[in-house]
């Protein structure tokens, strides 16, 4: 799969690479990460940061849509037993535009053309940890939606 150029370039405006890897990085520790998924601790931390969202309890992730004219921006949080994995998706008039499946590890593997024998993915030992990950996620998030709607679509 590939990425849209016009992503492409949004992208590499907010560092993607560099501010995913520092996170994967930071929070790292395996080992020692929670033996829950804390869906209960996200719920409370989206409301906390005020974010609109949905929960599927079938498909368990939590999901994040934002509107514009031609753009809808999608962002889903899946987690995992102490781990979290973040999808992206973006429409142009409803069709899907190409963002490497959309799974963070995906396009980081796309944009740094490597495949890793271990695919980069925080890990939380306690609540702290995951309500900085949320924290650092959404600012990424955020820069790439503000990016987006930039973007001359026409």
Do not use: H
């Amino acid at each position: 799969m590939s990425i849209d150029i016009r992503l492409k370039k949004v992208l590499q405006k907010i560092n993607f690479e560099k501010r995913y890897l520092e996170i994967c990085n930071k929070y790292s520790d395996f080992q020692n990460s929670i033996n829950s998924k804390s869906i209960s601790d996200i719920d409370l931390l989206l409301n906390q940061m005020e974010v609109k969202f949905k929960y599927s309890k079938k498909e368990c992730f939590f999901k994040i849509e934002d509107k514009s004219n031609l753009i809808t921006i999608g962002f889903n949080i899946i987690p995992y037993t102490g781990a979290l994995q973040f999808v992206w998706s973006v429409k142009l008039n409803k069709q899907m535009l190409e963002l490497s499946w959309g799974v963070w590890e995906s396009i980081l593997e796309e944009m740094l053309n490597k495949s890793f024998e271990i695919r980069p993915r925080p890990y939380y030992s306690n609540y702290q940890e995951l309500e900085e990950i949320l924290t650092e996620t959404f600012a990424i998030y955020e820069d790439f939606k503000t990016e987006v709607l930039k973007v001359d679509w026409e």
